[in-house]
């Protein structure tokens, strides 16, 4: 999977990592890690049910 196609802020997170000295750095870097994650999945599915309510894709189980 290329940097495009997984949609994450390769730059940012490296400054991030960089940055992240001390623990509660590293635990803030992880948990933007998670949030942004979760956030991307919650999209794709708000996205993937529109479709299915709209007739253009079949709806997932």
Known sequence: MSKSDAGFDYDRYRKLLAEADDEPKRLALINILVEEKARDSLAR????????????????D
């Open 45 to 60: 599915q708000a996205l993937r049910t529109t479709l299915a309510g709209m007739g253009l894709t079949k709806p997932r």
